[in-house]
């Protein structure tokens, strides 16, 4: 980004356009509903390897851990689609009460959702939609800024950084699992009924759905771009090199490490939202670690250090994923696979795909300025 | 009061080791001061207290009259202290205009900076000090590519557009050849009287061409201060430090 603003910039805005059109022109290419319903979730994947991008790339910051975000936004937002579903209206109760809370009620307990089980009444609220949206956005926040106060404050970082959130995430999806009775254990939320705005129901194979998670990605995209280019995203670009030298220019480095954690922790939790209206579940395995993991992956191919480039990374290599695991040889295998571009890439190609791109670009723009000098 | 800086009975305590020990001075606006002594004089660790990199036992440090002691780095840095280290320390994946860019930005806070616009202020500071530092060839040049001297010339030049009115350098001229070091003091001189400088520094040349004051420490103490001259003559000085040879 810094070694040619000329060229290097406007194939970073050409890559940015083609990428939103072909997004957005793709329903125009299939009726295939299914196929775009999976394109709708890799564009989630996509804000997730965004979301590293972000505080791998920009800050320096290795979360292991940012599958607990995208879980809580999941589950979040799934509390009230449960609530929305037929079968939860058709426990006995005519106020929704979901079904599993049912099968694990004690004989005789009142079928209502303040107290068919303990805990069961902090579900109340989501009866609301609009709570379980903001709580989505809201609870990683939180989250994210209580953790992130304790890291950075501290100043803890790379390595232990990488641990703490591991050892996080996999701590609340062991508090998940066993808070069975409220949030359905191993099993998750499933049977979700569809989200509702705008007086539009969001059935996840209609071309309405399609649009609206790559439409919410697009700008999603946008905004993290303009964050990162302001004056505080350079502060915090360089807080990564050398935060000392940040601290004794005057900037509370902390407090820049914190607030892009939080950013980061709410994209995650926003696509876990959008994840929820395209797959129809939450279930406790996106706080598994090997998905945080995959999500560092996806980043490390694209390029951490370009946000679109970790986009194009998560959408490309769970495409790859998906054609591939339907050969049986391949399904067993692709976890090696997957293994093995990883190394190649740390290895060979430490800017992953967007920095061979950027190489690329510079080489074009020595070799232009080489024959016009040559020319003048 | 004129004093820039005061520095009331500073000390620090490791563990009954006191690096700096009861130490006292104080440098009017606009000085350039000298700091030498043996290895371990406790001279760097001098500068780490002011800067607030360590934090003192006891004793105090005030800026224009302003207690600075229990400030964190950053609030020390914004009240007007600027440090250079003695291995470079700049931001190596920006380009040098990057780098000199955040050291202007006269906004402490995340929210106030999450805008593009970068004030006539901030760009006649930048150009100012590109000139200065004769790094006009290299801005869009990763700063991590420069070379040794060229690094130690951007992270001085962004003291600058900082607004540092106190600039703290540790051994600027470490590593640097002979050119290079002569641009150093070139440098440094025409910051004299702009800003109040303080410096560690061990090449004898390199102290002659610049110093007014001079400040010997010796194991975390003031040995003795004055100019040029009356150290030389020292005795205690010259026992301490310089062996029977006198300064060379």
């Keep these: 980004m810094v070694e040619n603003r000329s060229l290097g910039q406007k194939l970073d805005w050409a890559v940015y356009i083609t990428f939103f059109v072909v997004v957005l022109c793709l329903p125009l290419l299939t009726d295939d509903v299914f196929w775009l319903n999976r394109i709708s979730k890799f564009l989630v994947f996509g804000l997730l390897g965004l979301a590293i991008a972000l505080s791998w790339g920009y800050a320096g910051v290795l979360n292991l851990g940012q599958g607990l975000f995208f879980g809580l936004g999941a589950y979040m937002f799934a509390m009230s689609l449960k609530l929305k579903s037929t079968t939860s209206l058709q426990q006995g109760s005519d106020k929704p009460v979901p079904d599993f809370m049912v099968w694990n009620a004690e004989p005789g307990s009142p079928t209502e959702l303040c107290c068919i089980v303990p805990g069961s009444w902090l579900w109340l609220p989501f009866q609301s939609q609009t709570f379980g949206m903001i709580m989505a956005i809201v609870l990683p926040i939180v989250v994210a800024f209580v953790v992130g106060s304790a890291i950075f404050r501290l100043r803890v970082s790379g390595v232990y950084v990488a641990i703490i959130t591991l050892a996080l995430v996999l701590l609340v999806r062991l508090l998940i699992i066993d808070a069975q009775p409220i949030t359905n254990g191993f099993n998750g939320l499933t049977d979700l009924g569809w989200l509702e705005l705008f007086g539009i129901e969001f059935d996840p194979y209609m071309y309405e759905t399609y649009y609206l998670v790559a439409v919410s990605c697009c700008l999603i995209m946008l905004a993290a771009r303009w964050l990162v280019s302001t004056r505080a995203g350079l502060i915090l670009q360089s807080t990564r090199d050398d935060a000392n030298r940040s601290r004794y220019l005057g900037y509370d480095v902390a407090a820049y490490q914190i607030f892009f954690f939080v950013v980061s922790a709410a994209i995650a939790g926003f696509a876990g939202m959008l994840y929820v209206v395209a797959a129809e579940f939450a279930s406790p395995t996106f706080l598994d670690i090997s998905f945080s993991i995959s999500m560092v992956v996806w980043a490390a191919v694209g390029g951490r250090s370009s946000l679109i480039g970790a986009v194009i990374g998560a959408v490309l290599i769970n495409s790859i994923e998906a054609s591939v695991s339907e050969t049986e040889i391949f399904k067993e295998a692709w976890k090696l696979i997957i293994g093995v571009i990883f190394i190649f890439v740390v290895l060979l190609l430490p800017r992953g795909i967007a920095g061979v791109a950027r190489d690329f670009a510079r080489w074009l723009e020595d070799k232009h300025l080489l024959s016009t000098s040559k020319r003048g | ?248």
């Design chain 2, 1 to 248: 009061m004129s004093y820039a800086l005061t520095v009331d009975g500073l000390t620090v305590d490791f563990n009954g080791f006191k690096a700096v020990d009861n130490f006292t001075t104080t440098i009017d606006t606009g000085e350039l001061r000298v700091i030498l002594g043996p290895n371990g004089a406790g001279k760097t660790t001098l500068m780490d207290l002011i800067s607030g990199k360590t934090t003192s036992t006891s004793g105090e440090v005030k800026l224009f009259g302003r207690e600075i002691t229990r400030l964190n780095e950053h609030q020390i840095a914004r009240a007007g202290i600027g440090r250079k280290f003695q291995i470079p320390s700049i931001f190596r994946d920006l380009s040098v205009m990057q780098n000199l860019e955040v050291s202007a930005s006269g906004e402490p806070s995340v929210f106030k900076n999450l805008k593009y616009s970068i004030t006539q202020e901030e760009k006649q500071k930048i150009e100012e000090v590109i000139e200065l530092t004769d790094l006009s060839d290299v801005l869009k040049s990763s700063a991590g590519d420069l070379s040794h001297g060229q690094m130690q010339w951007l992270e001085l030049g962004m003291l600058i557009t900082q607004d540092a009115k106190v600039i703290l350098l540790d051994e600027p001229t470490a590593g640097m050849t002979k050119q290079e070091t002569m641009k150093t003091a070139d440098i440094i001189k025409k910051l004299k009287g702009k800003h109040t400088i303080l410096v560690v520094e061990h090449d004898m040349a390199f102290v002659r061409d610049i110093a007014e004051r001079i400040t010997v420490m010796h194991l975390g103490k003031l040995l003795a201060e004055g100019d040029i001259d009356t150290i030389e003559k020292d005795e205690a000085v010259r026992e301490a430090y310089l062996g029977s040879g006198g300064i060379h």
